[in-house]
């Protein structure tokens, strides 16, 4: 388990992709855009990329309207 | 004016935030924009896009640009009509260098954030604009160039849509825009008028 901050809340996880960590929160990875520690994820790397101890992230869930 | 050399704006959708936010440039002055969409005007869009009952039927992006040019007889805007996917959208703004996010749909807001993440426009969103709260609408600013305006949570899903917050949040977006191309508060300013 590490310790990550999703959305500026400190939380503990398990050491995982950032596409098991959406599928974990039930989070539609197609409505999301992704922040770690300050830059934007691209959506290729969401099954690739691993979440590491103390990252920042940020899970912009967007919702529809306009 | 060096604002427009400088500056064009493409807005993704000619919706309730994409047609207010081109309202709201034009009657600023600003009026080198392109503007993109498929869509004919419903009766059910009149709640909050810029159209009006005898232009239902029409295609959106013609009438908008009729709409527009009403305001400001010498604009010349660019349009497209054209249906927006992760295929064409950033070669679509590809001379833009400000991209509104005008979409009504979740996947195609994400899809047009993540297209333009790695490239160094300026990207201005609407997310959560469903209801009449007004209260909690914010502006979340996001590796270091995209602007995110509305409530976070207010979905279509479970609100109705009304006129004044939708009115609310794409005014914020346009203030936003305006800023960074360098209007001001100055009352004295050159070539500024219609």
Redesign the interface.
Same mark, same amino acid.
């Given at each position: 388990m590490i310790d990550i901050t999703i959305n500026n809340k400190k939380i503990e996880v398990e050491e995982t992709t950032i596409s098991e960590l959406l599928k974990q929160k039930k989070i /539609?990875q197609?409505?999301?855009?992704i922040?770690i520690n300050? #830059? &934007?994820l691209?959506?290729e790397l969401y099954d690739i990329q691993k979440i590491n101890e103390g990252d920042k992230i @940020?899970i912009? #869930? %967007?919702?529809?309207?306009? | 004016m060096n604002s427009e050399k400088t500056f064009k704006v493409g807005i993704a959708?000619a919706?309730? &935030?994409?047609s207010n936010i081109a309202v709201h440039l034009i009657r600023s002055g600003f009026t080198n924009i392109k503007i993109v969409d498929f869509d004919k005007i419903e009766l059910s869009n009149l709640n909050r896009q810029f159209y009006f009952f005898d232009q239902i039927g029409q295609n959106k992006i013609r009438v908008l640009l009729e709409n527009l040019t009403r305001i400001n007889p010498s604009l010349n805007i660019e349009i497209e009509e054209k249906i927006l996917d992760a295929s064409n959208i950033t070669e679509t703004f590809n001379d833009c260098n400000i991209i509104v996010?005008? %979409?009504? /749909?979740?996947?195609l #807001?994400?899809?047009l954030? /993540?297209a333009f993440?790695?490239s160094n426009k300026i990207v201005i969103s609407?997310?959560?604009?469903?209801g009449l709260d007004i209260e909690n609408i914010t502006v979340?600013k *996001? @590796?270091d160039k &995209?602007f *995110?305006v509305g409530d %976070?949570? @207010?979905? &279509? #899903?479970d609100k109705k849509?009304y006129s004044p917050k *939708?009115f609310i949040v794409a005014s914020m977006m346009a203030n936003i825009i305006l800023k960074l191309i360098g209007f001001s508060d100055n009352i004295i300013q050159k070539n500024r008028s219609l």
């Open positions: /539609n197609l409505c999301v855009v922040e300050g #830059k &934007i691209s959506r @940020s912009i #869930k %967007f919702v529809g309207g306009g | 959708g919706g309730g &935030i994409g996010e005008g %979409f009504d /749909n979740a996947e #807001k994400a899809m954030i /993540n993440a790695a609407a997310c959560g604009v469903a979340k *996001i @590796s &995209i *995110i %976070f949570t @207010s979905d &279509i #899903k849509l *939708i």
